[in-house]
């Protein structure tokens, strides 16, 4: 990072050599102080402060973090009146295309994130956190496990952590590597040994998570900040951020850019500036597209990226803050193509429950191919939008969505290029054939 | 008969087998209690019982068949993954699935309302991209969910181009001996998954694979294994699973579906009995909450068999020059009743099987027309039970250890239990419809069968020295009623007309009399 555009809070030491380690963080970084602070504090106090520092939920839907713990439920009690288990759950199941932050922060800064959920787990009165690990990630999952182990020997994890009595045990989980199980409620079900699907809500997980307990599920990120909250107070760290999102953000910029890399950064930026920070579009080329947070959100246009990277900026503009991706397509690229990739993971990734999500990812990603083999039809680009309307807000959980962002935004935007593969008989036209093609159809 | 458990079994209205019977509920006159809260369904508000969802006060009321669903079923957890029973709430952002959403007091419903029948337009399309459009060769036709629910909402005319999902070996994979799975056809609601895992508790079926090539497959290689099977194949929406021993033999659409009881054991399950030309093709369950719910067993299933097979006994049969001939009844009861006046001694055994009306016959009628003292006595001989008391559940379901029907009702009618199950007079009439076992006898035990017997039960007798066989009707062929094992009276009436010489006992009874 040669720029800094803001005091980071996350990323000061990532370019260490040992800043995984233990004795760094505790060295360099303030390392465990803020659970020092936090166990002396009552677990409502906490909440209370994060709530203050406006932290948002950093895995995609911004979901006020404070907040969220508040609606943990005090003493809960099973059917016979025993008092029920909670349970913190970490999703570090980083599966969106175009995202890798929580990588670098379980690769680089493992014990901010652990010292976050214990804080966490005490915030929620809770002793036991799981962490689920996407399937892919073993080199993260071999660095976390060896965190949690030098934790729990230098007394910050465990049994009656730093002789206050407190006791929490954080747990390792390895999923097996489906998108699907980065959604809270498939995440619970994998993390429970079931087939990783969305749980019809209600009842949300705060009330039924976790092996059937209360249960809170945060983001890497999420917890990452928590230790600085403590440390510097909710002020300094909402002062980081705007007004109704406190702190920074990381965004992981790739694609054609001259520095694909994380990047910790304030919401104040336009998108332009981000993709300026990681060394602007590769050289000698223009932008053509831009996914601003991860696969899933619409894509905006190169005369649409001057604007604000915040969550509802964002919003306005028809897209998502999603999880801080940000993708750059330059004009090397076929839109079609690229989102047809895009559909191929999702028809591949959607867990089958719901009827339209389960036919409409397949239906579409077949229908994009079948444009890119020179089969497609103008009919096919309005029936595009149909399928989105059919799927966009249908299902149990919001992987629909995610379909119809790329598909519905590309067509809209970039509808001459579907327009110019329809007529020229597809992304590799055999010659003489393209026109009959076209105008023929696809058979059925 | 004014038992407070006593139930008629009748057709429900409604077609489908899986309708609940969820009653309307209505506040308490007390203007001092509260009322019930109440929820506005399409114009018109509901009453509701705390707690129901937006599918149940429509079935209350008899108005659920305005909210089409795959995946849900009122005997089964809610799934919510079908989306095709969604309605518009008002003041909701989205549309809310009618089976999983609690109705609210002050709740506004629409469940034709623009929005809803365009999700549900769009939810058929998706469902019949991948589905073949085969229907004149597929044994569902008829009765199938997304044929009913295409024709009401499904679209005109689908733009989808791409090739249909094909699995492997789809139209050929044998579940188990009695049922086949088309995958090809299946639309992904997990009725049978959630089937297996929360009402047999076997986990005999499970989805692999994800998204689009989601498959169902059996949890291990032996296959489905619980005693339930037949009920997969009546509640899947689409002609994925099918019944082996229906598959291709008939078309549904003539059929005659007419209520019935399952005699197969002493829960007496409620049955529709599907003929066709008083040809029985199958059997199944109607629900009824006091005693079957929404299922009954595969034996219970198969059990029409008993009745169709050719070896049934269906002409009155008398023995003449040491061999079986079949004559009239008049013929037959005035042999019989001859023979029975001269013996030093009669007993008649009633088989369990028999009805609570042939019961009191065979006990104050018969007698009577024999002329002596004639000891009445019950045989029940299935599983080693002897009276009620021996009957014990199976599984957590309904399989039962006494396989005949009626055993509380004989039990209740006065009789008693033979003694020691073995015959003693010079002459028996065995009264049994096929289900009670047979008693013990001598070699030379002189023998009246009365009731529905087949050859084999005939020929496996230990003893040839039958005097005549009074053929009578099968449960699915007469009127009466079974006393179950919790005690409710089930009354039935024929569900098919019987085409051969067997008659009621009531008939018999009543020709014998204008004999003597």
């Given amino acids: 990072m040669t720029h800094q555009y803001v005091e980071p809070v996350l990323t000061k030491f990532v370019n260490e050599p040992n800043s995984h380690t233990l004795d760094f963080y505790v060295k360099n970084d303030k390392g465990y102080e803020a659970l020092r602070k936090a166990l002396t504090m009552k677990p409502a106090e906490i909440v209370d402060e994060v709530k203050k520092s406006n932290l948002r939920g950093r895995g995609g839907a911004g979901f006020p973090t404070g907040m969220k713990w508040s609606f943990m439920p005090a003493k809960p009690v099973d059917v016979n009146g025993n008092p029920k288990p909670k349970y913190m759950v970490c999703n570090a199941d980083e599966g969106e295309p175009g995202t890798f932050k929580d990588r670098l922060i379980m690769t680089k800064v493992p014990h901010k994130m652990i010292e976050g959920m214990i804080i966490a787990c005490h915030a929620i009165e809770s002793n036991k956190g799981f962490i689920y690990i996407r399937g892919e990630f073993y080199k993260e999952t071999r660095i976390m496990q060896k965190a949690i182990d030098e934790a729990k020997a230098a007394g910050f994890l465990g049994k009656n952590i730093m002789g206050t009595g407190y006791d929490c045990d954080l747990i390792i989980y390895k999923g097996a590597g489906a998108y699907i199980c980065g959604e809270e409620t498939a995440l619970l079900n994998s993390l429970e040994g079931k087939r990783g699907e969305p749980r019809l809500k209600p009842p949300f997980p705060a009330q039924v998570g976790a092996y059937g307990m209360p249960s809170c599920v945060n983001n890497v990120e999420t917890f990452a900040a928590v230790p600085y909250i403590m440390n510097e107070g909710a002020e300094k760290y909402a002062s980081l951020g705007i007004e109704k999102a406190g702190g920074t953000r990381l965004y992981g910029v790739s694609g054609h850019v001259n520095k694909p890399g994380v990047y910790e950064l304030p919401m104040t930026m336009t998108l332009r500036e981000v993709i300026e920070v990681a060394g602007g579009v590769r050289t000698g080329h223009t932008i053509k597209a831009v996914i601003p947070g991860g696969a899933s959100c619409p894509m905006l246009r190169a005369d649409e990226i001057d604007v604000k990277m915040d969550y509802d900026s964002l919003a306005k503009a028809g897209t998502m803050s999603g999880s801080g991706g940000v993708i750059v397509l330059d004009e090397t690229v076929n839109i079609v193509e690229a989102v047809y990739v895009l559909l191929k993971f999702y028809e591949h990734e959607s867990c089958g429950q719901c009827s339209q999500c389960r036919e409409g990812s397949h239906w579409l990603a077949r229908m994009f191919k079948r444009i890119l083999d020179g089969g497609g039809t103008n009919d096919d680009l309005d029936y595009v939008a149909k399928i989105c309307s059919n799927m966009a807000g249908q299902t149990i959980c919001a992987f629909a969505d995610a379909v119809t962002g790329p598909a519905l935004s590309s067509v809209k935007k970039f509808r001459s290029e579907f327009e110019d593969l329809i007529r020229n008989g597809g992304l590799h036209p055999k010659k003489g054939e393209a026109h009959s093609h076209a105008k023929e159809g696809a058979h059925v | 008969m004014s038992n407070i458990n006593e139930y008629e079994i009748k057709k429900p209205k409604v077609d489908l087998n899986y309708s609940s019977q969820l009653k309307p509920v209505h ?404 009264f049994r419809n096929g289900r009670a076992g047979v008693p013990k006898m001598k070699a030379d035990q002189k023998l009246v069968l009365w009731g529905v017997w087949s050859q084999k039960d005939i020929q496996s007798l230990p003893s040839k020295n039958i005097l005549g066989v009074i053929a009578g009707l099968a449960t699915i062929e007469k009127e009466g009623s079974y006393k179950n094992v919790d005690g409710i009276v089930q009354k039935f009436h024929p569900a098919i007309i019987h085409r051969g010489g067997a008659l009621s006992a009531h008939q018999v009874v009543g020709l014998w009399k204008s004999l003597t």
């Fill in chain 2, 27 to 430: 506040s308490d006159p007390n203007p001092e209690a509260k009322p019930l809260p109440k929820v506005t369904i399409d114009g018109k508000a509901y009453e509701f019982k705390p707690g129901d969802t937006i599918m149940q006060v429509a079935e209350r009321y008899k108005i659920h068949e305005e909210i089409p669903r795959y995946c849900y079923h009122p005997g089964m957890p809610i799934a919510g993954t079908c989306r095709m029973c969604t309605v518009e709430v008002e003041k909701a952002p989205k549309l809310m699935t009618s089976c999983s959403t609690p109705a609210g007091d002050g709740m506004v419903v629409h469940t034709r309302s623009e929005k809803v029948m365009k999700s549900r337009t769009g939810v058929m399309e998706f469902l019949l991209t991948n589905h073949p459009l085969d229907c004149p060769v597929c044994d569902k036709a008829g009765e199938c969910e997304l044929q009913d629910y295409n024709f009401e909402y499904g679209p005109a005319k689908s733009n989808f181009k791409e090739e249909k999902r094909v699995y492997d070996n789809a139209t050929t994979k044998k579940l188990s001996p009695l049922v086949t799975l088309n995958m090809n056809r299946c639309v992904h609601c997990e009725r049978c998954v959630r089937f297996t895992d929360d009402i047999t508790k076997t986990n005999d079926l499970v989805m692999v694979n994800r998204g689009w090539h989601k498959e169902l497959e059996a949890t291990t290689e032996a296959g489905l294994t619980n005693e339930y099977q037949g009920n997969l194949t009546d509640f899947c929406p689409v002609g994925a699973l099918t019944w082996n021993d229906f598959r291709f033999q008939k078309r549904s659409w003539f059929l005659t579906r007419k209520a019935s009881i399952c005699d197969g054991c002493s829960k007496g399950c409620n049955i529709e009995v599907h003929s066709d030309a008083d040809v029985v093709y199958r059997y199944v369950p109607i629900f009824n909450e006091m005693v079957n719910g929404h299922w009954m067993c595969d034996s219970g299933r198969n059990s029409y068999v008993d009745f169709m097979n050719p070896y049934r006994v269906t002409t009155p049969m008398l023995k003449q020059n040491d061999s079986m001939h079949s004559v009239s009844i008049d013929a037959l009861l005035a042999s019989v009743n001859a023979q029975l006046k001269s013996a030093s001694s009669v007993q008649i055994v009633v088989g369990t099987d028999a009805t609570r009306e042939e019961a009191a016959l065979l006990k104050e009628k018969v007698p009577a027309l024999i002329g002596k003292t004639v000891a009445v006595s019950y045989f029940n001989g299935t599983n080693g039970v002897t009276s009620p008391a021996d009957d014990k559940k199976l599984d957590q379901l309904l399989k039962m250890k006494d396989l005949t029907p009626n055993t509380r009702g004989v039990a209740d009618e006065g009789l008693a239990p033979l003694a020691n199950g073995e015959l003693n007079a010079e002459v028996a009439i065995l």
